[in-house]
């Protein structure tokens, strides 16, 4: 095993399904972004603890957050650097819009190869979509193994690492060298919480394109005298993607019909708490055989 | 050719509920198309298995059947089925939204670049017209999924690609013997052509397979919190209400989420698909979400002190009320009316 070990999380800005208004969705049926709440993706977060888990027994080692999404998706680069993450890479580009998760997998893999990882560690699935393909699909596209629904990474042994796995019907134990990518699950470790010295640190961290939009003579001076304020942002062209494998164009699955959820309505009977109400609903139930 | 494909998963020997679901599904949909429906069983020890399959409506069980194939792990698995439907190609592939599934579909789908949709709720069979190209396409499979934290229901369709792959949960569809069986022809897949030394990389060191301990999904009657409930401990009313009416507690993602109880309760889109006599709603606003999990419940009372909850619009009876002051009175009128 090597002493250090590069280590790629993957997460996503996800926007906070608990909070959805009307103008969430656009008329092609694509998630309109824009006008939600953005949030850490929260199985990323357990990822991310996985891969400071990692950099705390191998010091040296250095952890990545590469993320896909608009320009404000550097906030959760941000984020993860104030808990610990060395930096990140924000992929952003026009030409990822649409992409399904076969295309957002190939994007990642495209950066993936420029950064050349010894281990990735992604979250098992992101709340917008519940899909929990992006991972499998970009250990596919490298070739490498996939671990899924880690829960614990036990230790190494020679060449190996060793991984306690949470599955439906109990606990699977496997040994795997790397290269490898694993998938977290929620019911792993929560993320530690932000590092008061490093918010201090991290936070005029700026992509060049926030740096251009927003920024005081003062920002610009203290990214021009420390380096590690400077977010990472990559285009297609920088990962060298073919644009054809992209957005809508790239992706297999299609929408074909999107509904607003609206119930067939149906008269319910209204009851009360009152004491009469429930009693006459028990005796209804188990005149029925409902119950009993 | 062009038949519909199931991966069938397989622990211990046994088939799992989810791939004689999807058989069902499947010979429903090879029926509507006109072609066969084909089993796909990769494991050990399994003379005998297509017996069970051909029953669920396979007419072709494809079998891959080594000491190294079980149990399950990803990449043999991988190697064998994207080999498979290189030669076969499927028109469709059904594979159980389970540990094993969400594995390996999207690792099947990543190699042959087809498209995959998760959590399927619903399959059909159903035409297409692109609105930019103006070509038409017959005979696709609508995946249809709620989306978006439930609050859209989506059909996507895969138009260029083949297979069209879909996922569906355990309990979604209805497990049923074919009222034909299906041919039930055994074809033995000569793994080794397909398999290299680097698909056994992964070393399964343990395993500690439980029997599900908590198990909701063929309870009678279920009494189900959610987010409304507040915290863990007002959960104890609705376990008490459940022991008196002999059935299990059940919940909304939004309150396993807030560490209520348990992820194995958890019904609804994300969770485990119910059809109990009586079911419950206590503090659940009723998301699409949750409700794809338990509308097909024969029948359900909600309680809620918001009476405009979308969960009432489903319900039978829609108590407004308050659930910790509603469940007691539940228990008690039961008890005295029962005896």
């Known amino acids: ?292 | 050719m062009n038949n519909v494909f199931v991966y069938c998963e397989i622990e211990s020997g046994k088939v799992a509920d989810v791939s004689l679901e999807l058989l069902t599904k499947g010979r429903v949909l090879a029926n509507t198309l006109g072609c066969d429906l084909e089993a796909v069983a990769i494991g050990h020890q399994l003379d005998g298995i297509e017996k069970e399959l051909a029953l669920y409506g396979a007419d072709t069980i494809h079998v891959a059947d080594a000491p190294e194939l079980a149990p399950f792990r990803t990449l043999p698995h991988a190697a064998i089925v994207c080999g498979l439907f290189k030669e076969e190609k499927p028109q469709i592939a059904l594979f159980g939204a389970s540990s094993v599934g969400r594995d390996l579909a999207p690792r099947v789908s990543s190699a042959l670049h087809s498209g995959l949709t998760a959590d399927c709720t619903s399959l059909e069979i159903g035409d297409h017209t692109d609105a930019k190209s103006g070509t038409t396409y017959t005979n696709l499979l609508y995946q249809i999924r709620p989306a978006f934290g439930g609050n859209i229901i989506a059909t996507i369709i895969n138009p260029d690609h083949r297979p069209q792959m879909a996922t569906v949960r355990e309990g979604v569809m209805k497990k049923e013997p074919a009222q034909t069986p299906g041919k039930g022809i055994v074809k033995k897949i000569d793994a080794s052509k397909y398999l290299n030394d680097t698909d056994f990389v992964v070393r399964i060191i343990d395993r500690q397979i439980e029997d599900r301990k908590i198990n909701i999904k063929n309870a009678p009657v279920i009494v189900a919190g959610g987010y409304g409930m507040g915290s863990k401990e007002n959960f104890a009313i609705l376990y008490e209400l459940a022991e008196v009416l002999g059935g299990e507690v059940g919940a909304s993602r939004a309150a396993v989420d807030a560490g209520m109880t348990d992820h194995a309760r958890q019904v609804g889109q994300t969770g485990v698909t119910v059809r109990p006599k009586l079911y419950i709603a206590c503090g659940i606003s009723g998301q699409i979400q949750h409700t794809a999990g338990m509308d097909g419940s024969s029948m359900v009372i909600s309680i809620n002190t918001d009476p405009n909850a979308p969960i009432n619009k489903i319900a039978d009876y829609a108590i407004v009320g308050d659930v910790m002051e509603v469940v007691p009175k539940m228990i008690k009128y039961y008890k005295q009316n029962s005896k």
């Not at chain 1, 998706?73 to 952003?92: K, N, Q, T």
């Not at chain 1, 076969?102 to 950066?111: K, V």
């Not at chain 1, 530690?192 to 010295?197: E, F, G, L, S």
């Not at chain 1, 009469?276 to 409902?290: F, P, Q, V, W, Y």
């Open chain 1, 1 to 292: 095993m090597k002493k250090t070990l590069k280590i790629v999380v993957l997460a996503k800005q996800v926007p906070d399904t608990r909070n959805v208004g009307k103008d969430a969705m656009k008329a092609d049926g694509t998630v309109n972004r824009a006008a939600l709440p953005a949030i850490f993706n929260p199985e990323d977060l357990n990822a991310l603890e996985q891969a400071l888990v990692l950099k705390d027994r191998f010091p040296g080692s250095e952890v990545t957050l590469l993320t896909m999404g608009p320009g404000r998706a550097a906030e959760i680069i941000r984020e993860a650097m104030f808990r610990g993450a060395d930096g990140g890479v924000l992929l952003s580009d026009r030409k990822f819009a649409g992409s399904d998760t076969l295309a957002t997998s190939y994007a990642l893999s495209r950066a993936i190869l420029k950064l050349n990882p010894d281990i990735i560690v992604a979250g098992r699935q992101a709340i917008d979509g519940d899909t929990a393909q992006v991972g499998p699909q970009v250990a596919e596209k490298l070739g490498w193994p996939q671990i899924t629904y880690v829960e614990e990474i036990v230790g190494t042994e020679g060449d190996e690492l060793i991984i306690k796995r949470r599955l439906e019907q109990g606990v699977e134990t496997v040994a795997c060298p790397l290269p490898l990518l694993m998938t977290v699950n929620a019911s792993a470790p929560e993320c530690r919480p932000r590092h008061a010295k490093r918010v201090m640190k991290y936070k005029y961290a700026k992509t060049a394109s926030e740096a251009q939009s927003a920024s005081t003579d003062y920002d610009d001076t203290l990214r021009k005298e420390r380096p590690y304020l400077n977010i990472t942002e990559w285009s297609v062209a920088d990962v060298d993607a073919d644009d054809a494998q992209l957005g809508l164009a790239g992706s297999p699955t299609k929408v074909k019909k999107i509904e607003n959820v609206v119930f067939a309505a149906k008269e319910a009977k209204r009851l009360t708490a009152a004491d009469s109400d429930i009693d006459g609903l028990m005796k209804e139930l188990i005149a029925s055989h409902t119950l009993g």
